[in-house]
């Protein structure tokens, strides 16, 4: 079936410096979406990308859809300690009722 | 004040007893959706249902059990025949198919001692 991985599973940042996660899937997604979880609480929808190459951005989070439609990247610029929580993706490929696969999420720590 | 509800947010309950958690969305969902996270983990889908009397299992459906009477309501029952119930679990609805945005509830935690 499906696989969805995250890389990296932890991040420690110092408060300011950059961060990226990284999705990669072992099929072609129709389309990927991102979902943000602090601790403690559940999942809150960030975005969801569906055209090849496709670049989004959210103030200083910028989403990233690969050209072949495989993978995937979050990159958050002079992190701030509300961007604590883990970030996960999550895909669908092919049509029907298949589910959305969710990857295990990047856990991200930043150091004031 | 449009949203999904899932009560209660702790439960505990003794080992070999059945226990159902509740999730309600007042949002007019079609879809809606079970999921397991254990700790420093993702999120691994249980059931999810598409329409009102229908619904499908997940990955890891073997011992949960689902009803789907209403379209507002998707109770989650854990049975006894699930080996390690422990867990926070959420629920999520989507507008239509399953594979939109879904919106999650604020979760249950079961601890089952």
């Known amino acids: 079936g499906q696989q969805v991985m995250q890389i990296p599973q932890y991040q420690h940042v110092q408060e300011g410096e950059d961060f990226t996660t990284y999705c990669n899937s072992s099929?072609?997604?129709?389309?990927i979406q991102w979902y943000k979880q602090r601790p403690g609480g559940h999942p809150v929808f960030l975005i969801q990308?569906?055209?090849?190459?496709e670049v989004k951005k959210q103030k200083r989070l910028t989403f990233q859809f690969g050209e072949a439609k495989k993978n995937s990247s979050l990159h958050i610029t002079a992190t701030q300690t509300t961007d604590v929580g883990t970030y996960f993706c999550?895909?669908?490929?092919?049509?029907?009722?298949?589910?959305?696969?969710f990857g295990k999420g990047t856990h991200l720590i930043i150091q004031p | 004040d449009g949203g999904i509800t899932q009560s209660p947010k702790y439960l505990f309950r003794k080992e070999g007893q059945n226990v159902t958690l509740s999730c309600e969305q007042n949002l007019n969902h079609d879809a809606m959706y079970w999921y397991r996270q254990d700790p420093g983990q993702g999120l691994r889908l249980i059931y999810y249902s598409q329409i009102v009397n229908d619904f499908q299992k997940g990955d890891i459906a073997e011992g949960y059990s689902v009803s789907r009477e209403k379209k507002e309501s998707f109770p989650l029952t854990v049975t006894s025949a699930q080996k390690n119930p422990t867990a926070f679990y959420l629920c999520?609805?989507?507008?239509?198919?399953?594979?939109?945005?879904?919106?999650f509830g604020p979760g249950t935690r079961l601890l089952v001692l």
């Open positions: 999520a609805s989507s507008i239509g198919r399953v594979a939109e945005t879904q919106y």
């Open positions: 990308l569906v055209k090849s190459g």
């Open positions: 999550a895909g669908r490929s092919g049509g029907g009722a298949d589910g959305l696969t």
């Open positions: 099929t072609t997604l129709s389309n």
